[in-house]
Structure formats: structure tokens, C-alpha cells
């Protein structure tokens, strides 16, 4: 049974910096790439960032420069550290297993103008 759990989220003010983790339980997580998703409240859900299994990254846009996802193989733990956060980055943060299509509950993050 595989489990995706985040954790990290919560309430931060504008330009602060936040960072989330999120654990795969099973033995898929060294052979999966990983990505993190969000959802801002009453729109659709996004790609926040990717990372391959040999550590290759992509970003959106819209957080480029400001979002750093990277990996912990011995671990099984994929991070999201996200500085000069913006109100507009509040969302529920999701944590999957891009290659296995597993999901997180999510995380809340919520930034205060």
C-alpha cells in the first residue's frame, strides 16, 4: 500500500518562506518522478514544479526563481522550499507520484498580504 503524505503548510506573511515535505511509504518513490500541484481557492488545480529520478526540475512560471523542489532518495522524501511567498501562492499544496499517479491529501498554505 503506498502513502503520500505532506506536511508543512500554514500561515506565513507576504516575503516570508515556507517549506514542504512529503513522504511515499513502499518502494516506489526511488523509481518515481515526483511533482507538487496546488489548487488556489475556487480555481483549478496547477503544476507548481517536477523533478525526474535523476533530479532534472521544471517549474511554472509563475513561481520560477522564488520555488525550489528537490529530493531525498534515502529518505523518500520530496521537498518544496518556497520563499518571497505572494498572496496569490496561497492554495492547498499537493505532493504525487508523477510516474505511479498517487496523491496526497494536501497541504494548506496560506500567505497574508
Known amino acids: 500500500q503506498v502513502q503520500v503524505v505532506e506536511s508543512g503548510g500554514g500561515l506565513v506573511q507576504a516575503g516570508g518562506s515556507l517549506r514542504l515535505s512529503c513522504t511515499v511509504s513502499?518502494?516506489?518513490?526511488?523509481?518515481?518522478?515526483m511533482a507538487w500541484h496546488r489548487q488556489p481557492p475556487g480555481k483549478k488545480r496547477e503544476l507548481v514544479a517536477f523533478?525526474?529520478?535523476?533530479?532534472?526540475?521544471n517549474y511554472a512560471d509563475s513561481v520560477k526563481g522564488r520555488f525550489t523542489i528537490s529530493r531525498d532518495n534515502a529518505k523518500n522524501t520530496v521537498y518544496l522550499q518556497m520563499n518571497s511567498l505572494k498572496p496569490e501562492d496561497t492554495a492547498v499544496y499537493y505532493c504525487?507520484?508523477?510516474?505511479?499517479?498517487?496523491w496526497g491529501q494536501g497541504t494548506q498554505v496560506t500567505v497574508s498580504s
Open positions: 523533478i525526474s529520478t535523476s533530479g532534472s526540475t
Open positions: 504525487n507520484s508523477w510516474s505511479y499517479d498517487y
Open positions: 513502499g518502494s516506489i518513490f526511488g523509481i518515481s518522478a
